[in-house]
């Protein structure tokens, strides 16, 4: 019987927080080009107690910093063992890249948001997605490694 190899714990960590990151990132100059940015928290000229847009971006930079962070963590973990169709992972990789792409062609426009609240909006996209995809990638290793474990166990009986 062929023993299956697994990644490093640590190489499936550092690309998962990476692909957390650079989703949230994609996601953060996508919201800011149509009115959904951070920049907003900063701004004295509203009345509002937090702009709508602000809280929207905020939550949707973070959920998918997460979730990239865990279904990276999670595809890298059952890719090795051959879980995953070759059609499936053509697939992810056609989404991500033509999303990075969206994101690389927004990002080459001029910006709607001022300079100094801009910058300050992109390091806390930067920090929030890179805080949410350790979180992902750490829980979707946590269970992958304990299913592993369990199924080590079962095995050996």
């Given at each position: 019987?062929a023993?299956?190899?697994?990644?490093?714990r640590?190489?499936?960590?550092?690309?998962?927080?990476?692909?957390?990151?650079?989703?949230?990132?994609?996601?953060?100059?996508?919201?800011?080009r149509?009115?959904?940015?951070?920049g907003?928290?900063?701004?004295?000229?509203?009345?509002?107690?937090?702009p709508?847009?602000?809280?929207?971006?905020?939550?949707?930079?973070?959920t998918?910093g997460?979730s990239?962070?865990?279904?990276?963590?999670?595809?890298m973990?059952?890719?090795?063992?051959g879980q995953?169709?070759?059609r499936?992972?053509?697939?992810?990789?056609?989404?991500?890249?033509?999303?990075?792409?969206?994101?690389?062609q927004?990002?080459?426009?001029?910006?709607?948001?001022?300079?100094?609240?801009?910058?300050?909006?992109?390091?806390a996209?930067?920090?929030?997605?890179?805080?949410?995809?350790?979180?992902g990638?750490?829980?979707?290793?946590r269970?992958g490694?304990?299913v592993?474990?369990?199924s080590?166990?079962?095995f050996?009986?």
């Amino acid at each position: 019987m062929a023993e299956t190899t697994f990644f490093p714990r640590r190489l499936i960590l550092g690309a998962a927080v990476i692909s957390g990151v650079l989703l949230a990132l994609a996601v953060h100059m996508l919201g800011a080009r149509y009115g959904l940015d951070l920049g907003g928290l900063w701004r004295s000229d509203t009345h509002e107690f937090i702009p709508a847009g602000a809280a929207i971006a905020w939550w949707l930079i973070a959920t998918v910093g997460f979730s990239g962070g865990y279904f990276t963590a999670t595809l890298m973990q059952s890719a090795v063992s051959g879980q995953i169709p070759q059609r499936m992972r053509q697939f992810l990789i056609a989404v991500g890249v033509l999303l990075l792409a969206g994101a690389g062609q927004v990002a080459s426009a001029p910006s709607p948001i001022p300079t100094v609240s801009g910058v300050l909006a992109g390091l806390a996209a930067l920090c929030l997605g890179a805080v949410m995809a350790c979180c992902g990638a750490h829980f979707a290793l946590r269970r992958g490694w304990s299913v592993i474990r369990k199924s080590a166990k079962r095995f050996s009986k």
